[in-house]
């Protein structure tokens, strides 16, 4: 079992920077990728940046360029530097954690593959 916790939502005006954190605690050993997926009401869960346990990053193309996505040792942190934000990316965002290799695959921002899940944090932007 993995609990994760998200941290670090606010609002903020277009344009300015947020920092999200993921405390994760159990067995994150064997967590292999590990990612944020945001949703905005009434659209679907989205894959916005995942990590796996080789440390490869993989980006959406809204955010590329623009939010980085790093984990700390043991796997017990991940975080989410979001600059340069948009009213567009107004959204819940959550971590997500699960022990199979998607990060590495086409399957990473599919969040039905990932086990482990946070409550979520609110990120709203202001234009």
């Known amino acids: ?3 994760l916790v998200e941290s670090g939502g606010t609002s903020v ?3 300015g920077s947020l920092r999200l954190s993921c405390a994760a605690s159990g067995d994150t050993d064997n967590m292999n990728c590990m990612g944020w997926f ?4 009434g659209k679907e869960r989205e894959g916005v940046a995942a990590i796996g346990s080789d440390g490869r990053t993989t980006y959406a193309g809204p955010v590329k360029g623009r939010f980085t996505i790093s984990k700390g040792n043991a796997k017990k942190t991940l975080t989410l530097q979001m600059n340069s934000l948009k009213p567009d990316d107004t959204a819940m965002y959550y971590c997500a954690a699960d022990s199979g290799h998607w990060c590495s695959g086409g399957y990473w921002g599919d969040p039905t593959v990932y086990a482990y899940w946070g409550q979520g944090t609110q990120v709203t932007v202001s234009s």
């Open 1 to 3: 079992q993995v609990q």
């Open 13 to 15: 005006q277009a344009g």
């Open 38 to 41: 945001r949703q905005a009401p």
